[in-house]
Each structure stands twice: as structure tokens, then as C-alpha cells.
T-cell receptor, first 116, second 112 residues
């Protein structure tokens, strides 16, 4: 999964703590996405961004905030972590989905987050 | 919202067998994608389909974009142990701002 880097790879939090997950891509991609993956649920979109300075809600946005201050970075924040947010979080990016030069989403290797 | 039904949920096969899995949707998609995920890693794209009726191969993998635009299948021929993993279909439509909708995955186990 060269090109999309997620940090950290693992984290354990206590309920109520806050933290920020970082996604960085070096492919000059416009679109970036945050997903969560839970057993038997596939990948569900949390938030996404169609360009620097923009963000939008996905399928399961509650309890999360995001920021895209720089084109190459997309941050996912948990303001007050809850056990229900225990999951594996994936970041993805792609160039311009509607363009002829479109490349499908590239994924990072994930961040495994446990909330106690 | 859009939903994808992916089947089967899991498969246990012997090395050398062929595998077939599919996804169906209640909505039309403009793009169908198939990803594979191995333990501890993110999904990796296998095949992308952009036109209804399109049949595309990638080595031992073949995928088709259904004519109705509401379904797609993935076939793996002559399976090998390294084919083990979770396979996801994903649909993308222009009307959804190009967001992907994922199936819940097919867990493939190959016995040597």
C-alpha cells in the first residue's frame, strides 16, 4: 500500500480520552476518505474530503471529526472515545474519481484502535 | 442508502478448485471494484470495471460488470494457498459524489 501512510498503527485508549489519527498520502490525490472496519460489517465510510479545506460526512460520522488543512494530510479525531469506537480504521485516497485518469482508491494499512 | 449484498460470506475450498463470488445491489453503479484484504493490511485493488457488460481478467482472476449495472462477480481459477483472504466488492456511482459502497466481504480459505 505504498503512498498512503497511517499513524499510529495501534493504540489503546480509555473511555473519554481523545486522540487524532493521521493519514498522509504522497500521490497528490484530491479525494481522501476515512473508513472503519468491524467484523462482519465490511468497510463503512466515516468522513471524506474532496479537496484541501473541505470535508463531508459519510455513513457513520457521529463521534468523529476530520480536518484537511493540507492536501496531503487527512486527520480523524475522536473527541471523547467510546468502546463502540473500537475498530480498525482505514484511510484511502484517489485522484479525481470522475476523471478519465481516475485510479480507484488506494488504502493504507490501517490503525487498530481499542477503547477500554 | 445504497447496500451491497455479497455472497457467499465464507468459502472453504481445496487447492486447485475454482471460486466464484458475487455482489448484487438495489441501486445502479457506474463502477465496480474488487479488493482483497490480507490479515493486518488494507484492501488492495484486484480489478476495476467501468462499463456495463465489461469482462476483465487479472491473471487467474476474472470479474464482470453486470449488464443491469446492479451486480458483479469475481472468479478465481485454480486456487492456490496465497489466495486466502477477504474479498470485497465495492460499487461507485456519480450521484454519490463518487463514494464507495462496500460489500461485507467473502472470507476465502484454501486448503493445501
Amino acid at each position: 500500500n505504498a503512498g498512503v501512510t497511517q499513524t499510529p498503527k495501534f493504540r489503546v485508549l480509555k473511555t473519554g480520552q481523545s486522540m487524532t489519527l493521521l493519514c498522509a498520502q504522497d500521490m497528490n490525490h484530491e479525494y481522501m476518505y476515512w473508513y472503519r472496519q468491524d467484523p462482519g460489517m465490511g468497510l463503512r465510510l466515516i468522513h471524506y474530503s474532496v479537496g484541501e479545506g473541505t470535508t463531508a460526512k459519510g455513513e457513520v460520522p457521529d463521534g468523529y471529526n476530520v480536518s484537511r488543512l493540507k492536501k496531503q494530510n487527512f486527520l480523524l479525531g475522536l473527541e471523547s472515545a467510546a468502546p463502540s469506537q473500537t475498530s480498525v480504521y482505514f484511510c484511502a485516497s484517489n485522484l479525481l474519481p470522475g476523471a478519465l485518469s481516475n485510479q480507484p482508491q488506494h488504502f493504507g494499512d490501517g490503525t487498530r484502535l481499542s477503547i477500554l | 442508502g445504497q447496500q451491497l449484498n455479497q455472497s457467499p460470506q465464507s468459502m472453504f475450498i481445496q487447492e486447485g478448485e475454482d471460486v466464484s463470488m458475487n455482489c448484487t445491489s438495489s441501486s445502479i453503479f457506474n463502477t465496480w471494484l474488487w479488493y482483497k484484504q490480507e490479515p493486518g493490511e488494507g484492501p488492495v485493488l484486484l480489478i476495476a470495471l467501468y462499463k456495463a457488460g465489461e469482462l476483465t481478467s487479472n491473471g487467474r482472476l476474472t470479474a464482470q460488470f453486470g449488464i443491469t449495472r446492479k451486480d458483479s462477480f469475481l472468479n478465481i481459477s485454480a486456487s492456490i494457498p496465497s489466495d486466502v483472504g477477504i474479498y470485497f466488492c465495492a460499487g461507485q456511482s456519480r450521484g454519490s459524489n463518487y463514494k464507495l459502497t462496500f460489500g461485507k466481504g467473502t472470507l476465502l480459505t484454501v486448503n493445501p
